[in-house]
């Protein structure tokens, strides 16, 4: 590995720390914020990534369903929810969701990544409907579904206590939940950008329970609105200490906030400069996480490619179908094949490795050949 050359001097006994293996605090946390050093950072970043992972870099090939976009909470950040009658409100029917489902098994998809909407009418039995509808057809796919937000909502309109609704989620197939809705846990935050959400104490208690009961989950921050640095630090640290308590997250994903046709389309967009330097500031302050996602589809694959050196180490799924930053204003594809992922990943110098969800290696030659086609379905996807 190059050398490490530190041009700003508040790093400087962050780095000693970092090289130390000692774990950092909030005041280094915001000074890393606040440090113009991207390099050192990087570099500091970089070197606690390879000696989790080597020149390892993950990836995995899934498929992200949407069921619908009508929802209740009309948050400031978002582009995708909408009102029922809103010109492009959807609410796929059942069978598409399983034709969708199905169509990825027959591609290869070991994970369906499923958030959606806070429906008005929809009750909870639909959804654990929906994940038996699912396992029954898809068996071998993991079901990464339902943020604690949507969970939250559960609860609320089922009447059933948080505990309940996970157990009951489980039971119908549910095997891990994705790390969406976290935002910055800070209530000034959550005020501005997401008023009708479950709290940042609620979203934290909800992933405290799924862990409890075995379901693990990822997290993840939205960064890039109107935030502050300390804000940004409160919210990393605060899962810092619960992943000390549960050890159930399996990644943190940072997300790039995009502004283009939210309640806060006034906002400038993130740069790169500061996407690396969240890929890396997550990295050196959560030090109990053992992955860190650089998601393409918000980042770019350029710059998430980057990301592989500045603390990443999973650059995310073949993801299929996009909604919620492409409603936002993403330019990137909705799809990226496998063959790209690994490309991207070598060329960075790293070796890919597909994973499932729980990041075992996926080892193809040992898995039985997917179902053949169903005649009714049309649309195909070569991953
Ligand atoms: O919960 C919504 C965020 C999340 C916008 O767990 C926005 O593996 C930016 O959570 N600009 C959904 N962000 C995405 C997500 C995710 C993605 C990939 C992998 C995983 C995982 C989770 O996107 C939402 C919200 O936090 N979001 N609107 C927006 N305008």
């Known amino acids: 590995m190059s050398e490490l050359r530190i041009n700003d001097e508040q790093l400087k006994p962050i780095a000693d720390k970092v090289i130390a293996g000692e774990r950092l605090?909030?005041?280094?946390?915001?000074?890393?914020?606040?440090?113009?050093?991207l390099l050192a950072l990087g570099w500091l970043a970089n070197s606690v990534r390879e000696k989790r992972h080597g020149d390892t870099c993950f990836f995995n090939v899934n498929r992200?369903?949407?069921?619908?976009?009508?929802?209740?909470?009309?948050?400031?950040?978002?582009?995708?929810?909408?009102?029922?009658?809103?010109?492009?409100?959807?609410?796929?029917?059942?069978?598409?969701?399983?034709?969708?489902?199905?169509?990825?098994?027959?591609?290869?998809?070991?994970?369906?990544?499923?958030?959606?909407?806070?429906?008005?009418?929809?009750?909870?039995?639909?959804?654990?409907?929906?994940?038996?509808?699912?396992?029954?057809?898809?068996?071998?796919?993991?079901?990464?579904?339902?943020?604690?937000?949507?969970?939250?909502?559960?609860s609320r309109i089922s009447k059933k206590s948080i505990?309940?609704?996970?157990?009951?989620?489980?039971?119908?197939?549910?095997?891990?939940?994705?790390?969406?809705?976290?935002?910055?846990?800070?209530?000034r935050v959550r005020k501005i950008i997401c008023d009708h959400k479950v709290s940042g104490q609620q979203w934290l208690n909800i992933a405290r329970t799924a862990h409890e009961i075995g379901l693990r989950s990822n997290a993840t921050m939205l960064y890039g609105h109107v935030e502050t640095?300390?804000?940004?630090?409160?919210?990393?640290?605060?899962?810092?200490?619960?992943?000390?308590?549960?050890?159930?997250?399996?990644?943190?994903?940072p997300l790039a906030f995009?502004?283009?046709?939210?309640?806060?389309?006034?906002?400038p967009p993130t740069t790169g400069y500061h996407d690396l330097k969240s890929i890396a500031i997550s990295r050196l302050l959560l030090d109990n996480f053992e992955h860190i996602k650089a998601y393409w589809v918000m980042l770019t694959p350029s710059i998430a490619q980057i990301a592989l050196r500045f603390g990443a180490d999973d650059l995310d799924g073949t993801v299929?179908?996009?909604?919620?930053?492409?409603?936002?204003?993403?330019?990137?594809?909705?799809?990226?094949?496998?063959a790209e992922l690994e490309r991207l990943i070598r060329e960075a110098g790293r070796v890919p490795v597909e994973r499932d969800t729980l990041y075992r290696p996926v080892d193809r030659s040992k898995m039985p050949p997917p179902p053949g086609p169903r005649p009714d379905v049309t649309i195909s996807i070569n991953i």
């Open 320 to 338: 299929v179908e996009e909604k919620i930053y492409h409603d936002a204003g993403a330019k990137t594809a909705e799809f990226t094949p496998r």
């Open 229 to 253: 640095e300390e804000e940004r630090v409160d919210h990393l640290l605060k899962l810092r200490e619960l992943q000390d308590e549960t050890h159930g997250f399996s990644a943190f994903i």
């Open 258 to 267: 995009h502004p283009a046709n939210t309640g806060l389309a006034h906002l």
């Open 64 to 154: 992200h369903i949407n069921p619908t976009n009508i929802c209740v909470a009309h948050c400031k950040l978002c582009a995708f929810g909408r009102d029922p009658n809103a010109p492009g409100a959807y609410n796929f029917a059942l069978e598409e969701i399983y034709q969708r489902a199905e169509q990825g098994m027959r591609e290869g998809a070991t994970e369906f990544h499923m958030v959606g909407g806070l429906h008005p009418d929809l009750p909870f039995e639909y959804f654990l409907d929906l994940m038996r509808g699912l396992k029954k057809r898809c068996p071998s796919v993991h079901l990464k579904a339902f943020t604690m937000v949507e969970v939250g909502y559960f």
């Open 25 to 37: 605090s909030l005041d280094d946390g915001i000074a890393m914020y606040r440090s113009p050093d």
């Open 163 to 187: 505990r309940e609704v996970l157990v009951a989620l489980k039971e119908a197939g549910v095997d891990s939940l994705p790390g969406g809705g976290a935002e910055i846990f800070h209530p």
